[in-house]
């Protein structure tokens, strides 16, 4: 089946350092990825979709000068949590459509960054 | 954003015994999916059900689908310890690629 790969899979990081997350499609080509901000006990919410090739589309009140994503091949998108503050401590989860079309088919997720900022 | 609005929040229940979980939404759909999410992790697709579709089965996993009331349910059977985790409804949106996630269930299964 599809795999997505996350990582780091946690990271502490001091007040205003950048940290990277990267996002992998092991076993297919992702022309779209999706990155998600989870508070504890919460539902997902839509950060930005990232476009191989292009730029990404962020969610409306999603700072594009602070959540930079790349996606530089099909098989790999990062965000980069810039400047980070303790505000930014979140779970932060990747993931892909599996299926040959963004419709009817099912999202792979990866397992998720657990960002702490001290 | 959020379109899926689930129920109940939480559910707790004991071992072998069925789980009900419900999803109702706003918006014209291709498609409804359900996943599940074990703590701290990434979330897992269990079932996808198209909007001509009114039910499907997967092992355990029952899920219907009533466009005309804009509803879902997903009902796990005989569940097990290890069915414990959130379960999260997703929307498939007519002309709109994202998903929208609902707020979820928490199911405890109970040994």
């Known amino acids: 089946g599809a795999v997505v790969s996350q990582h780091p899979s946690r990271v502490i990081c001091k007040s205003g350092t950048s940290v990277k997350i990267e996002c992998r499609s092991l076993?297919?080509?992702?022309?779209?990825m999706f990155w998600y901000r989870q508070f504890p006990k919460q539902s997902l919410m839509l950060m930005a979709t990232s476009n191989e090739g292009s730029k990404a589309t962020y969610e409306q009140g999603v700072e594009k000068d602070k959540f930079l994503i790349n996606h530089a091949s099909l098989t790999l998108s990062t965000l980069t949590v810039t400047s980070a503050h303790p505000e930014d401590s979140s779970f932060y989860i990747c993931?892909?459509?599996?299926?040959?079309?963004?419709?009817?088919?099912?999202?792979?997720f990866g397992n998720g960054t657990r960002l702490t900022v001290t | 954003s959020q379109q899926g609005e689930e129920d109940p929040q939480a559910l707790s229940i004991q071992e072998g015994e069925n789980a009900t979980m419900n999803c109702s939404y706003k918006t014209s759909i291709n498609n409804l999916q359900w996943y599940r999410q074990n703590s701290g992790r990434g979330l897992v697709h269990l079932i996808l059900?198209?909007?001509?579709?009114r039910e499907k089965h997967s092992g355990r996993l029952r899920v219907t689908l009533d466009t005309s009331k804009k509803s879902s349910s997903l009902l796990i059977t005989a569940s097990r310890a290890a069915d414990t985790a959130s379960y999260f409804c997703a929307t498939d949106a007519i002309n709109d690629y994202k998903l929208s996630f609902g707020a979820g269930t928490t199911v405890t299964v109970r040994a």
């Open positions: 993931s892909a459509r599996g299926g040959t079309g963004l419709y009817n088919s099912p999202l792979h």
């Open positions: 076993d297919f080509q992702a022309t779209t």
């Open positions: 059900i198209r909007s001509n579709e």
